[in-house]
């Protein structure tokens, strides 16, 4: 489903309890929806503009695993969570601006991450060259990193 979706004309913004966002998504180049989360607590709003993408959407995230949230304060207990459309439609932000940010640093970067480095991190070597990149990440980091 997700290779189906893309984020268009993404604004995101600052706001008192975190941040807000809203954007188009589209499902095989078709908008479907207008999504905004205004960034002060309770639910996305979501203007649906095809029944059928809805259905899908919904359909597709009750196949999803239950969500696990990390990294929470010490002495704070597991949260489990079950999957949602708003929580898909973050993790398709969240994936949308890591995205954005990969392609800036790609243009003048050889970027890898240790295999032990947390999601949604990258270290950059100052190279293009991907042999040089892999003969020196070979003798540093033998066999313990992966190229993003």
């Not at 095989?28 to 993408?53: M, P, R, T, Y």
């Not at 969500?67 to 999957?83: F, H, Q, R, T, Y």
Request: hydrophobic content about 35%.
């Amino acid at each position: 489903m997700k290779e189906q979706l893309a984020i268009k004309g993404l604004k995101t913004w600052t706001t008192y309890d975190g941040g807000g966002y809203q954007f188009n998504l589209y499902r095989n180049n078709k908008k479907v929806a207008f999504v905004h989360e205004a960034g002060v607590g309770g639910c996305l709003d979501i203007d649906w503009s095809d029944a059928q993408a809805k259905a899908d959407i919904e359909a597709y995230v009750k196949t999803l695993p239950k969500i696990e949230m990390k990294n929470l304060p010490e002495g704070c207990e597991p949260v489990v969570l079950d999957a949602s459309v708003d929580l898909f439609m973050e993790e398709l932000v969240t994936a949308y601006e890591w995205e954005k940010k990969l392609s800036r640093y790609r243009k003048q970067n050889t970027l890898f991450r240790l295999l032990n480095d947390p999601d949604y991190s990258f270290r950059p070597l100052k190279t293009l060259d991907l042999t040089k990149a892999k003969e020196f990440l070979d003798k540093k980091y033998p066999n313990q990193y992966t190229f993003v």
